[in-house]
């Protein structure tokens, strides 16, 4: 470049003529492409700007959301994302509820599968919070003894009551209410998300540092910490709002719209 008067500072104005493009011809068979652009007229005084033609044809200004839209991997949407991720949510819970959907969580089933693929043997170890069944994602999400009380304390909180304790039920009764904003919805996802996730964590207690939590102690953390959610929205003042939030003792403070 530096050869024919040209460097990394220089501008489109330097290399176009009345709309046409004036390259070195020392370049003709180098960059024949150059060559092939089309003509084009600048206009003085206009700031430069950067823009990004989508897909679809359409010439935007430039975001990093529009290259990374472009440029990411998709994979087929599923049922249970809009149960994962919205703008009610926890941060950690959400993700570690996309961890449970994934499986991708290390239960004992997975080490006992990947200790047998790498040594030959397997080493049977049972739940850590029952000391009963084999840990699995089924069997922590909520078939297990102690995790399961901590779910039927915690359903009292929320329009839950008949929904059975396991993952697969949960989730099916979730999802038609995935994409609802109405505060039972919302309620009831941050408290299955909130409860997996602290039931995980109590596990990782018992497996890492020997510290065990009685369920009552896990459940209170639970509300305690949707509660603390739910102090962040705003509400439209009508009686059965009114009514859910005296049941988790918010009434007191003003949290609702302005009319």
């Keep these: 470049m530096s050869q024919h008067g040209l460097s990394i500072y220089s501008k489109v104005a330097e290399v176009v003529h009345n709309g046409i493009w004036i390259w070195p011809d020392a370049w003709r068979d180098l960059f024949p492409v150059l060559f092939q652009l089309n003509h084009f007229n600048l206009v003085p005084n206009k700031q430069d700007v950067t823009l990004w033609r989508t897909d679809e044809g359409k ?35 959400s993700f570690h509820c996309w961890l449970i959907f994934r499986r991708k969580l290390w239960t004992q089933d997975r080490i006992q599968k990947w200790n047998y693929i790498t040594s030959g043997s397997m080493n049977m170890m049972c739940c850590l919070l029952c000391q009963r069944e084999l840990e699995s994602h089924e069997h922590l999400f909520f078939q297990c003894s102690y995790s399961s009380s901590i779910l039927d304390a915690i359903k009292e909180k929320s329009s839950m009551k008949m929904v059975p304790n396991k993952w697969v039920d949960i989730v099916g009764w979730l999802l038609p209410k995935a994409t609802s904003s109405s505060l039972n919805s919302v309620i009831a996802k941050l408290l299955i998300k909130a409860a997996a996730y602290f039931v995980w964590q109590e596990r990782n207690y018992r497996f890492f540092n020997n510290q065990l939590r009685p369920p009552e102690v896990i459940t209170s953390i639970i509300i305690d910490t949707v509660r603390l959610k739910l102090f962040s929205f705003k509400y439209k003042d009508k009686p059965h709002v009114r009514k859910i939030l005296e049941d988790w003792k918010m009434s007191s403070i003003e949290i609702f719209e302005e009319t």
Excluded at 65 to 83: D, F, Y
């Design 59 to 93: 010439i935007m200004p430039f975001s990093s959301k529009l290259g990374w839209e472009a440029t990411r991997s998709r994979g087929q949407e599923v049922a249970w994302s809009k149960i994962v991720w919205s703008g009610c949510n926890i941060p950690r819970h």
